[in-house]
């Protein structure tokens, strides 16, 4: 009979292991605790933003949502991480490359079902449309736009286009 305890380590190690991969897949997509502070909508992390004004550390549902607060409400913002669409993880804002209106929207997909119960609204302006994805490198940026559309600008560019 072989000794069972010997396994004990090596299951716990793979069971442990499985649970962060599962909690890692699907948080990425899913909206988290954490609302928006310009929207207040449920921050995802495929499309989170960063930033910093005043001292005050600042989270944003998208891109789309900090750049406009920066340009309307917030004039010092300074966007100090953007998201990785493909990973989740955090990346320099001076190195991401973003997808500009694609026909992924995380931010308006709850809106159209929170509009579902209600009557069917007219198109109207968005503050988080066109959305923005961010990438960390233009290869990635290409294969989401082959499947998506939209069109690549590095962020840097995206955000002085904003001003
Ligand atoms: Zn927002």
Redesign the pocket.
Known sequence: MPDLRRYVPVMLIASIAGGLLYLGWTTLNQPSEVA??????A?HLASRVDGISDGESLT???A???L??KAQDVPDLRVTRVFDYASGRPLDPEEAVTVVGSEINL?MREQVLMDAHKEASPLHFD??SPSVFAFSTEAAAKRFRAAHGGAARSFVELEASFE
Do not use: E, H, K, S
Not at 36 to 41: E, G
């Open positions: 928006c502070t310009a929207c207040d909508r921050v944003f549902c998208c789309a949502c900090a406009r607060a931010c503050r988080c």
